[in-house]
């Protein structure tokens, strides 16, 4: 009576460990290169665990996820090292690619960079190049409307017309 439930048990033994083979496999064992860099992967969601230099992204798909092991982090994401896992963490809403979460470097359409955030327009004292979409410091003689700072010929000087003289300027 003992051999038959002892087999008993290490069939039903077998059966579970295969069931689990069938959902978590180690790195290397095919799923089309969908495991590389895994310590532990599912065909359902992909990987789950990371070797220790690699992120772990995890990219979803309406109420799915799945899990993919990367050197970098795509755009729109960045890397935080961990203890225990590194993960990619996706930018803030007008950043199309950042060091951090507070710290832009691209923006998106409609937004200007100005020191690390993304801002609708350019504040005060700056200007928007629509190439670079950047927020530049003006430089001291750039106003607003204004090109140069020359002193105008017809400037008035308390209701009388100032007739001065330009000085020269000191250009090498």
Sequence with gaps: MRAPLCLLLLVAHAVDMLAL??????VGT???????????????NGCSTCQQRLFLFI???????????????????FGIRGQEVNRCKKCGATCESCFS???????????????GKCLPTCPPG??????????????????????????????KLDGR??????????QP
């Design 21 to 26: 083979n069938r959902r978590k496999k180690q």
């Design 161 to 170: 017309l100032d007739v001065r003289p330009r000085q020269p300027s000191l």
């Design 59 to 77: 990219r979803r798909e309406g109420i799915r996820q799945y899990g993919k092991c990367l050197h970098d982090c795509p755009p729109g994401y």
């Design 126 to 155: 700056t200007l928007a190049h629509q190439n670079t979409r950047e927020c530049q410091e003006r430089s001291s003689g750039q106003k607003k409307g204004r090109k140069d700072r020359r002193p105008r010929k017809d400037r």
């Design 30 to 44: 095919g799923l089309g290169g969908n495991c590389t860099g895994c310590i532990i992967c599912s065909e359902e």
């Design 101 to 115: 979460q507070d710290f832009c470097i691209r923006c998106k359409r409609r937004f200007y960079l100005y020191k």
